[in-house]
């Protein structure tokens, strides 16, 4: 199969690629990449657990071509952090146990990211809606939300 040229600016890195047009974005981040920090749930854009920021927006990566981000400023769990400080929300979860097995934890971290960016002052029930596409088997959500309300008014304060 014939592979065309892409330009993906993914964590501020530039990356020109060579990739086939039927490569999801996520397995273009994993795979090409090498990115596995945006995991693989259920491929059918359902649990979000491949949730990456483009351009701004929460996007499920398995439901997204590499092709289709040329050009494109993208944003991965491993952008978040800086060298020596985790991100407000990495840390809220971290701090408020937001997290158990932690495979769904990088897509609920990122969509948080890109709806706090949005919505900086959300409510409990924004936030719930905001996170309703990501799924979780072992938290049952408190303490996710607890983690993501807390954040957001670290983020607020800084």
Same mark, same amino acid.
């Given at each position: ?5 892409? #330009? ?14 039927? /490569?999801?974005?996520?397995?273009? @981040?994993? $795979?090409?990449?090498? @990115? +596995? %920090?945006?995991?693989? %749930?259920? #491929? +059918? ?9 483009? $351009? &701004? /927006? ?6 997204? @071509?590499?092709? #289709?981000?040329?050009? /494109?400023?993208? !944003? +991965?769990?491993?952008?978040?952090? #800086? ?5 407000? *929300? ?16 990088? &897509?609920? *971290? ?5 709806? @706090? ?9 924004? *936030? ?6 990501? *799924?979780?088997?072992? !938290?049952?959500?408190? /303490? ?15």
């Amino acid at each position: 199969m014939k592979k065309h040229p892409v #330009s993906l600016t993914v964590n501020t890195d530039t990356y020109d690629l060579l990739i086939e047009p039927r /490569k999801t974005l996520l397995a273009t @981040l994993r $795979d090409t990449i090498g @990115l +596995t %920090g945006t995991k693989e %749930g259920c #491929s +059918t854009g359902d649990c979000g657990a491949c949730t990456v920021i483009v $351009d &701004g /927006k929460a996007v499920t990566s398995c439901m997204m @071509l590499g092709v #289709s981000a040329n050009d /494109k400023e993208i !944003t +991965t769990i491993e952008g978040l952090a #800086s060298r020596d400080q985790l991100h407000p *929300i990495q840390q809220a979860f971290m701090d408020k146990g937001g997290y158990q097995c932690g495979f769904c934890t990088p &897509g609920f *971290i990122v969509a948080s990211k890109a709806f @706090l960016d949005e919505n900086p002052n959300a409510t409990e029930a924004e *936030i719930r809606h905001a996170l309703g596409n990501n *799924i979780c088997r072992c !938290t049952g959500y408190t /303490k996710i939300i607890e983690a993501v309300m807390s954040a957001a008014e670290v983020m607020r304060n800084s």
